[in-house]
C-alpha cells in the first residue's frame, strides 16, 4: 500500500481530487449536471410513447353516423377529441393558436352518402410543424377512419347476402400482416431516450476533460502537474482522468439501469459488450478534450470549438435525420463523430441482439478517436511547459 501511495499515478489522482474538491465548476460538470440531465430527459420520455394528442372535429352532419366516427377517434391511444364543432373557421383558428394538432371535417350528407353507396370523402387537416406528431396523427386518424370504412363496407356486404369471409375478401382482398421487429410499440425512449442519456453523458465527458486540461493552461500550474507525474505526460493525463472516469462509467452504470431495469428496454445481445463499448466511448471523448486543449492551446478557444463539435455529432448520427436520406458527403461526414459508432453498438446489442462479430467494427472504429488523443500526448507535455500560453483563458 505504500508502494502504491508513492507512485506519481496516486500523487496526481490526490491533485485532481484535491482541486475537484474545491473548485464548484469541476463539481458541477461532474455530478450535478449529469444528473439533472439524465434523470430530466429520463422523466420527458418515460411514457415512451405520444398519446391522446388534440384534435378537433367538425361535425357538419350531425348523424348518428358522424357521432360514432366521433367516438372511435377519441377511442384511439394516440389521439383525443377535444373539441367538436360545426364550424371550420372555428376549428381553423384552434389550429392556428396549437390548441389541436389536426382537424377532421365530417361534411354534410356524409351518412346518407355512406348508406346509399356515394363515396364520401372526410377530408383531414394536420399541422406539419412539428414532424414527429405530424406523423403519430396522421397514422392514428387515417387508421381509425380507415377501419371504420372498412366495417360500414362489411356490414352492407353481409347485408347483401355475403358471409362474413366473402365479405372480408372483397373489403381487404389483399391481407397485408405487418410484424415490426426490434421495437414493435414505436416506443420512443428505446432509441431516442436511449441516445440521449448517453450523449448527456458523453457531452459532461468531454466538457470536463476539456476543462481540466485547459484549466492547467489557464492557471500556470501545468509544470506542477509534469511534477507531480514525474515528468511524464501519460502518468500526468492517467492520473487526472482516473476520477472522472470512475465517476462518468459509475454514471453510465446507472443509465443502463434506467434503461433496462426501470424503462424495461430490451437487451437482446451482450451486455458485457455495451459495457467495454461505453467504457471506450467515455475515453474516447475524455481523449478527444485532450486534444482539443492541446490544439488550440486555449481553454476558452477548445470549449467553444469542442461545443460545437460533439453537438453535430448527435445531428450527424442519424438519430434526427436518417443517415440513409443525406448526400453521400455529409454521410462520410458522420464518421467524425464517435458517437455515430456508439449508437450503432447499442442499437445493434441492445434491439437487434446482433452478433458479437457486428458489434466488433464499432468498437474499433470508437479506439481510433482514443489513439488520436494519445497522439497529441506529446502536444499537450510541451505546451504545459510552455509559459506563453500560461495564463489564457
Known sequence: MKGLKDHPIFAVVLREVERIAKNPAYR?????????????????FHQGVAKKLPIAVVNQDNTSLSIKVSNALNASSDVAVVRIVDDMFQAEKLLKKGVVEAIVLLPKDFQKNVFQGVEAPVPVYINGTNVTVAGVVQRSVLTTLGTFSGGVQLKKLMLAGNSREQAM???RPVDIQKHILF??????GYFLNSAMLYFTLFLFAFMSSVYTFGNELKRGTGLDLLESGNNSVRLAVVGKLFPYTLIFSGFAMFIAFLLFKVEGMPLKGSFLLLFVGQSITILAYQMLGLMFVAVTKNMRLSLSVGSAYIMMGITFSGLTFPMEGMPPLVRAVTAIFPFTWWEKLLISQALRGAPIREALPYICYILIFMLTGLASFGIYKRTLGDSTHWGKS
Open 28 to 44: 458541477f460538470l461532474l455530478f450535478v449536471g449529469p444528473l439533472v440531465g439524465i434523470l430530466l430527459l429520463f422523466f420527458i
Open 169 to 171: 375478401a372483397r373489403v
Open 183 to 188: 421495437n414493435p410499440y414505436s416506443n420512443y
